[in-house]
């Protein structure tokens, strides 16, 4: 369950979101993933299995007005994937 702590955003506009998990399950297809909220370009971090990911190498963020962001390899069935960012 993802954690949501209110205005943590240095302007205190940002809600920062902890552990949240995208909509679509790893399969070994998929590379666009679809988070709950829009979040604030630049703040995303995204985490795989026990790796954090790096933004440019590993995934971009493809819009996060939508939410989106794209992995530049496609997890695996049973990988976890999860997000910390500040929601818009």
Do not use: H
């Not at 920062?16 to 590379?31: D, R, W």
């Amino acid at each position: 369950m993802p954690i949501r702590i209110e205005n943590m955003g240095a302007s205190g506009t940002s809600d920062a979101v902890v552990g949240e998990t995208p909509a679509e399950a790893p399969n070994g297809v998929i590379v666009l993933f679809t988070l709950p909220d829009a979040y604030v370009a630049g703040t995303l971090k995204v985490y795989r299995d026990q790796l954090t990911l790096q933004p440019a190498v590993d995934f971009e963020e493809t819009s996060p007005d939508d939410g989106t962001f794209t992995v530049t390899s496609a997890p695996e069935t049973g990988e976890a994937i999860w997000c910390d960012y500040s929601k818009q």
